[in-house]
């Protein structure tokens, strides 16, 4: 049960296109029932494959330590962004070529919680309780993945003291970054409203394209921060531009646009859509915002150090802390309990022939037990 590789090729056999059901999961509450392991599996969402309500699958396990022990969190998902075209081999069929494995999901991210089922099994039962939060809509729309995991734990009762998420945060090398926290992320759609007509006859027409040309020229010069001590630079990008205007005589009726916003902890996904949604009034435009999260840092502290210093023993690596990248699921885990993020090299994810090494795998099993023992162990706050 120990070896991370076969874990990591039982996982990646598994299709698991998000939202994500059915044998992936079958094959991870395979991995955790002989190590002790309470599996609890439910499906949320009710509506259309392709859909934002389509059926998602979560798995909470649980091994209950002595009472009055910790509590530790292991957290990730088992679901994958579609492969693509080009190949060089099957997706979902584990492929080692000399030192690497390849496979949809080998760094995002099923072979970190490969290493976490590993990491379980070397951590006794006497040393504390140890749970997976382990969601198929990481990938997606995140609507029934881990925010239904947290109401299912809330009603049962369990409440992590702390928890790592598995996220591919080595960037060079396996173990020199460790993410603290994430920027905020919100989305918003714009629209400009005009009236139709001929362009040699402008004055029986709106055009509505130069209103929101101006919109988005007010939004592209906002300097919105120079970063703060643990963020970088909030940054707004302008992602779509869509008029839908096939004709070279015709006035178009009406510009769309869509704006994307990571922000770090001197905004709110409110107080900048206020300002976008302000901006496209003064110009004639409406905006509508999608807060997909807020920004949130775990304060350096005696958590981040055991991490850090696990890592280090196991690698030799020092690593950064870091507030870098995009989203994940830590923002909405961090409402439970101090989370932190550490895994893989992120080089490859999404990409075509995605590949990890193969000899980081066990040694990502050993920093992940390193972690849970100190981390059972620690006594104070976090």
């Known amino acids: 049960m120990n070896d991370t590789l076969s874990l990591a090729k039982r996982l990646i056999s598994a299709p698991s296109i998000t939202p994500a059901t059915g ?13 002790g392991f309470a599996v609890h599996r439910f499906t949320r969402g009710e509506g259309e494959a392709g859909s934002d309500e389509a059926p998602v699958e979560n798995l909470f396990a649980i091994r209950q330590g002595p009472p009055g022990t910790r509590h530790f969190a292991f957290a990730g998902h088992l679901d994958v962004v579609p492969p693509g075209e ?23 991210m099923k072979s970190a919680i490969a290493a976490m089922v590993s990491a ?29 995991l947290i109401d299912y734990m809330a009603e049962a009762g369990h409440a992590p003291d702390l928890c790592l998420v598995g996220e591919p945060t080595s960037v060079k090398r396996l173990g020199d970054m460790v993410k603290i926290g994430r920027r ?27 209103r929101l040309v101006a919109i988005l020229a007010e939004l592209d010069a906002l300097n919105l921060d120079t970063g703060t001590r643990w963020f970088q ?14 004709a070279t005589n015709v006035i178009p009726p009406r510009g769309q646009a869509r704006v994307s916003i990571r922000f770090n902890d001197l905004h709110t996904g409110k107080s900048l859509s206020d300002r976008v949604c302000a901006i496209a009034q003064k110009h004639g435009g409406t905006a509508r915002p999608v807060i997909s999260g807020e920004p949130f840092l775990t304060e350096p502290g005696a958590f981040s150090k055991l991490v850090a210093a696990a890592v280090e023993a196991e690698t030799g690596i020092a690593p950064e802390l870091s507030t870098s990248g995009g989203t994940s699921d830590a923002r909405f885990l961090r409402a439970l309990c101090p989370v932190i993020e550490f895994g893989l090299c992120n080089a490859t994810m999404h990409k075509r022939d995605e590949a990890v090494a193969i000899p980081d795998l066990d040694v990502l099993a050993r920093i992940y037990a390193r972690i849970a023992r100190e981390a059972l162990a620690l006594s104070g706050d976090a």
Not at 27 to 33: F, N, T
Not at 187 to 201: D, L, P
Not at 233 to 246: A, H, K, Q, R, Y
């Open 120 to 148: 379980a099994g070397q951590v006794p039962q006497e040393a504390g309780t140890i749970s997976f939060i382990i969601t198929g809509d990481e990938e997606g729309p995140a609507l029934h993945g881990t925010r239904a």
């Open 184 to 210: 905020g992320s919100v989305n918003i759609w714009i629209t400009v409203e005009g009236a139709q007509g001929h362009v040699a006859y402008p004055h029986l027409a709106d055009n509505p394209l130069p």
């Open 23 to 35: 044998a992936v999961f079958d094959e991870m509450q395979a991995m955790l029932e002989p190590l």
């Open 86 to 108: 080009g190949w060089a081999s099957d997706p979902f069929t584990p492929d080692e070529r000399g030192e690497l494995l390849h496979g949809r999901g080998a760094v995002d």
């Open 233 to 246: 630079p909030s940054n707004l990008e302008i992602t779509d531009i869509s008029v839908g205007n096939p």
